[in-house]
């Protein structure tokens, strides 16, 4: 850290390059002026809004951290862009088809979500995909408009397939897909029965497989789909019944955020090549599903990384309408319609995870002294030793010295060799040893991988109001990296190196793997904490985060508010979803509020007649009992 650094030099563009928002923001995200993270739905810079006011307008209706946006205009921009991009791609390769996008529902199934795809997708006829009963009964509610796509995938039941068929005698494009054998038979005995001509179509597993988190949807032995000899039959089966018109679509699903643009082109080139066949079979066909897989950025790479991808989304557009096409110009096939279910692209950029930092605990250099009382036990001054001797020559060697020697220590202390006192004073050698073997580190080219980790050994500690189970359960279960940065103070130098740790209290509630261009980062730079609250966000959380998460500790939904940006740079907390209370959790694992008030207040009245209350005691502590109950389920100020 250089002098003009600490005198306040620090810019926003350095923020900007140290938290990589330019690189994952995309155009929705970046800093103002005043170093504050600002929410920027147009291309105009005049619309941008500032996260901080946000916080100022939800706190001024009482709502407390942690809090969930979700912005609709950027839901809009990204249907916009995704219809779009396909749009220009066919209009430049001349492609005769068209493209229908569907949103698939289980990717973030709230309420406000599905009302809001269907009505910013109207004017692209953007439809919904369902993988369950509910899910359509959910879609069918929402969806009005007849020229978009309904395609229902999952196992299907009578009821499923009956729902399905008279959204279908609706006037609905409703596609059944056969995911497994036997339901062919089902859905042709229901349709005979209500008298309704069911559109069929057939999710193959493809030989292709990608790589990326998810990639089990894909390959020969995806758990999904059928293989070639079970199509063939469902052809011949329909062509014996003479329904070879039902089957008009062909779908497949990779798997999600595929990060290659080469596996989602040799996905393509295969199914686009059945496609052809069955229409040389004679099936009606017509249209082409792709499933979804088109990434996020969230690390900001544009690397075949697992948490990136190497193509952006007119690049996947392009690439996509090219392999159909070519396979189909081959064969002189009419160009299919082609549909995606992307999910992840269209919602992961809507939400944001607000909370404030409630504590930090800081692990010291602790000063040592120059010389050492002779009279301490020979491990300790075996550390001792270790210390002094540092140089970056031997930075390996006095780790694993260091190490052994601590643990020889905590051993001494259980068998009561020595005492407490000097316990204490051997820690402070020790975490002053590994402050220097850092500091050590920093100035060798190759670091031994032993120390790969140790700046987040020293790490401070950042207690944060929120709940990794909760709000971010792909961190906790599969490793995925989300961007977190400060929101505010970014024309500030962010003085600590910390990881995060949410009020779980669990080892897995934290986050110590930080989005980086090259690889990933143990340690994420924070400001000093003050007296007034600090701000972090964590980004990119509106795919798969919100139904997956749990009631780990019993921490609840947080609040969410739905924010509209207007054009002028002024914006309307539209509506807000107060998050769970305290009794609301505690119903969920089905404990019955009721009953524990009475039991309580006997427990009260217990106290009264021990003599050790009285009875208005009684009356203040059900009050603060009822608060309890009633109150968020995370830190309130
Ligand atoms: C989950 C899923 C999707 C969504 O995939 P994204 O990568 O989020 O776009 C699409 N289709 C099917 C069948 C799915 O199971």
Redesign the pocket.
Known sequence: MNKTEILGRWTKEKSEELYGIKNWGSTYFSISDEGEVLVNPYSDKKSAVSLMDIVSGVKDRGLDMPVLLRFENLLDSQITYLNESFAKAMKSLDYKGTYRGVY?I??NQQQQVVEEVTKFGQKYHHGL?V?SKPELIAALSHIKDKESCLIC?GYKDEEFIDLGLYATKMGFNCFFVIEMPNELDIILERSKILNIKPNIGVRIKLSAKAGGHWTD?GGDRSIFGLNMSQIIEIVDELKEKGMLDSLKLLHY?LG??IPNIRDIRNAVLEAARVYAELVNEGAAMGYLDL????AIDYDGSSTNYTNSRNYTVEEYCMDVVEAVMRVMDQRDTPHPVIIT?????LVAYYSILLFNVLDVAIFEEYEIPEKLDESLPEQIRNLYEVNKSINHKNIQECYNDALYYRDEIKDMFKHGRISLRDRSFSEKIFWNTIHQIAKAKKKLKFAPPELEDIESAIADIYYCNFSVFQSIPDSWAIDQLFPVMPIHRLLELPKRNAVIADITCDCDGKIDRFIDLHDERSTLPLHELKKEEYYLGIFLVG?YQETLGDLHNLFGDTNVISVRINKDGSFELIKEIQGDSVEDVLSYVEFDVKQMRANFRETAEEAIREGLMTPSDRKEIMLSFDNGLRGYTYYER
């Open positions: 698939p289980k990717v995909e993988g995938n949807s699903h999600s955020q499933g979804g897989g088109l279910e992307s999910g992840r692209a795919a």
